[in-house]
């Protein structure tokens, strides 16, 4: 043996024996859920496991550790301070492994290996699609898709708990991320098809500003969006009802409780002839990009990356859809993109100017 393989030898001394004996990592990947979530359902329904087979093995890992690690707080849970230890620990080994298991797929090629993404609800209509057009070229890579709020979302890339996130708004205020603009994502009124303002022209926001408006959850990124065309010009939507789910929003629309700002995406399987309509409203579309994200620094697996140069090159079959869906975005896309185009090279000759000063 050399030197320097003496120098790394862990002495056996230095492995923990008990844990190794008496606990697994399944018990580790069970705690990890529960600290997280705040909850054994909640743990229980993202492992697909049921609460017994969850309570069984936490009951076990306690008595491994010896100290309780949870103590309940009404229905929730919350953790002791060996708990907090163990979290720690877990989210160090879990980190380790992922890494191991990355570059061990980055040696095999794209054969084997997985992709963790979370997406915030809107896109739920498009990244499905993408990842089965994804896997027709890659057969041997495990999927994994969560869908969540945009609050969650952030949390999640907060903690480094997947490979990449799709939004519709960059949270360069929130955490220190990277960002690739990957489709266009247009934002339009959307009404029953009988409402009175369906076939009108150039809708004023004011008479826009009468009627009942379904918003979404504080947080949105649509939400933040409809209140900024709105304040422009003075106004206030009319709110009526707030939901923070995309199919309830579009159910409480046709049943003619209100109208709604919405992704057009949100329409892909329907079509725009169907129960829902999209209003010719002034200020509308809101012309937005979808956005692949992941935190600035983090090292993205072989399978990460293949899958963010596909996304990127899927750009064409996206814009196509919506302008298939509604062929006037067409202009409005190619205008949108220039002026983006623009900007962009004015922000970086200002940081230029600023880098000699």
């Known amino acids: 043996m050399s030197k320097s393989s003496e120098n790394s030898y ?33 743990a229980a329904e993202e492992l697909f496991l049921t609460q017994p087979t969850v309570s069984m093995q936490i009951r076990k890992l306690t008595d491994a550790i010896g100290v309780p690690l949870f103590e309940r707080v009404g229905r929730n849970v919350k953790s002791t301070e060996a708990g907090t230890e163990l979290y720690e620990a877990c989210r160090d080994i879990f980190a380790t492994l992922t890494n ?18 979370c997406v915030i609800t809107t896109a739920k209509y498009l990244a499905p699609e993408m990842l089965g057009e994804f896997s027709r070229d890659y057969h041997g890579i495990d999927l994994s898709l969560k869908i969540m709020n945009r609050d969650t979302v952030i949390e999640r890339m907060h903690s ?31 009404a029953p098809r009988n409402h009175p303002l369906v076939g009108k022209k150039n809708i004023k926001l004011e008479e826009l500003a009468e009627e009942p408006f379904i918003i979404r959850e504080p947080g949105s990124g649509i939400r933040d969006a409809t209140f900024k065309v709105f304040e422009s010009k003075g106004l206030k939507p009319n709110i009526c009802m707030e939901l923070g789910d995309t199919e309830a929003i579009k159910h409480a629309i046709v049943g003619g409780l209100g109208i709604s700002v919405m992704s057009l995406h949100t329409l892909a399987i329907v079509g725009t002839d169907g129960p829902l309509a999209v209003l010719d409203v002034e200020g509308f579309p809101i012309l937005r990009s979808w956005y692949l994200v992941h ?8 399978v990460a990356k293949t899958f963010l140069e596909f996304a990127i090159e899927y750009e064409p ?41």
Do not use: C
């Open 160 to 190: 480094n708990e997947d490979d990449l996130y799709i939004m519709g708004q960059v949270p360069e205020d929130q955490i220190d991320v990277v960002s690739y603009p990957f489709g266009p994502n247009p934002l339009v009124v959307l």
């Open 100 to 117: 191991f298991e990355m570059k061990i797929s980055d040696m095999k090629g794209l054969k084997r290996g997985r992709l963790n993404m």
């Open 10 to 42: 862990t002495p056996p001394s230095a492995i923990p024996d008990h844990l190794i004996r008496y606990t697994t990592l399944r018990q580790f990947q069970v705690f990890e859920a529960i600290y997280r979530l705040g909850s054994f359902t909640r």
């Open 295 to 302: 935190l600035k620094g983090k090292e993205l697996s072989l």
């Open 317 to 357: 079959i996206i814009r196509k859809r919506m302008e298939d869906m509604w062929p006037a975005l067409k202009d409005l896309i190619t205008e949108h993109e220039a002026i983006e185009k623009i900007s962009k090279e004015q922000i970086n000759n200002k940081k230029k100017v600023t880098e000699k000063i």
